[in-house]
C-alpha cells in the first residue's frame, strides 16, 4: 500500500497517463476513502484533455478531504487546464497553507498570475518559489519539478543568465522530463530568447507530450514569441493532423 501512495502522490504532480489510472484504481480498490487516487486519475485525465471526467475525480477527491494537498493541486490544475485562472486560484492558496514547504503551489501560483497579467503578484510568488525550490534542489539536484519551477521563477524575475544555466543543468541531468522541458520552454519565451524556446518546441512534439498541452502552451501569453514563427506553425500542424486518442 506504500508504495501504491508513492506512485499516486507521484501520478499528481504529472506521471506517466495510463500508469497513474492503473495505479490510481488499484488503490480505489483497496480503500476508496482515499482522496489522493481521486486526484492522481483527475491529473490522468485533464492530462488527457477530458476535463469532464477530471472534474468529477476532482469533486469526489475534494468530497473525502476538502483540506487534502493533492486534491486541492490537481483543482487548481484542472480550472488552469480550462483557463479558469483565477478560478483556480483559491486552490493553490489552500493546497499552499496545507503544505507550506512544498514549491509546487507557489509555483503554479506563480504561474497563474503570468496567465492573467498581474505582474506584480507573479514576481511575488517568483520569489517564493525560487526561494522554496533551492532546498529541494539542495537535496535533490536532479528534481525535475524543482528546476523547472526555478526556471521559470527566474525567468519571471528577470534573471536570463540563470534561466540558461538551470535548463542546460536541468536538461543534462533529467532528459527526459517533459514537464520540466514544459516549465524550460515558458521560461524561454518568458526571457525572450526565441530560438531556445522553439528548440525545445521542437523537441517537446517529438516526444509523448499530448495534444492538449501543446494546445495550452500555444495559448499562453509569454508564447507570443514565438507563435507566428514557421517552425511553431509546423509542431502544431503536425500535432493537430495526429490521429484522435494520440498522445
Known amino acids: 500500500m506504500m508504495a501504491l501512495a508513492i506512485t499516486v502522490r507521484a501520478m499528481v504532480t504529472g506521471g506517466p497517463v495510463d500508469e497513474g489510472l492503473a495505479v490510481a484504481d488499484r488503490a480505489l480498490a483497496l480503500d476508496s476513502s482515499l482522496p489522493e487516487p481521486h486526484a492522481a486519475k ?15 475525480e476532482v469533486k469526489d ?12 493541486v490537481v483543482a487548481g490544475v484542472v480550472m488552469s ?20 514547504s512544498n514549491f509546487m503551489p507557489l509555483g503554479m501560483l506563480m504561474s497563474a498570475y503570468v496567465n492573467i ?34 526556471a521559470l521563477a527566474l525567468a ?34 518568458q526571457i525572450r530568447d526565441a530560438d531556445a524556446a522553439l528548440s525545445l518546441l521542437e523537441e517537446l512534439s517529438r516526444g509523448t507530450v499530448s495534444v492538449r498541452i501543446l494546445a495550452a502552451l500555444k495559448m499562453m501569453p ?6 507566428d514563427d514557421p517552425r511553431a506553425a509546423a509542431v502544431f500542424a503536425a500535432a493537430e493532423a495526429r490521429p484522435a486518442g494520440s498522445s
Open 156 to 189: 519571471v524575475l528577470d534573471h536570463s543568465d540563470r534561466v540558461r544555466e538551470i535548463a542546460s543543468r536541468g536538461l543534462l541531468l533529467d532528459p527526459e522530463n517533459e514537464v520540466m522541458k514544459f516549465q524550460f520552454l515558458r521560461a524561454y519565451a
Open 42 to 56: 483527475a491529473r490522468a485525465f485533464a492530462n488527457r484533455g477530458d476535463l469532464a471526467r477530471a472534474m468529477i
Open 81 to 100: 487546464s480550462a483557463r479558469q485562472f483565477n478560478e483556480a486560484i483559491p486552490y493553490f492558496m489552500k493546497a499552499k497553507e496545507t503544505f507550506e
Open 222 to 227: 509569454e508564447f507570443a514569441l514565438i507563435r
Open 117 to 150: 497579467g498581474d505582474q506584480p503578484l507573479a514576481r511575488q510568488y517568483a520569489e517564493l518559489t525560487l526561494a522554496r525550490t533551492q532546498p529541494a534542489l539542495a537535496q535533490e539536484p536532479d528534481n525535475g519539478l524543482a528546476m523547472g519551477f526555478a
Open 61 to 72: 477527491a475534494l468530497r473525502l478531504d476538502p483540506n487534502s494537498f493533492e486534491a486541492n
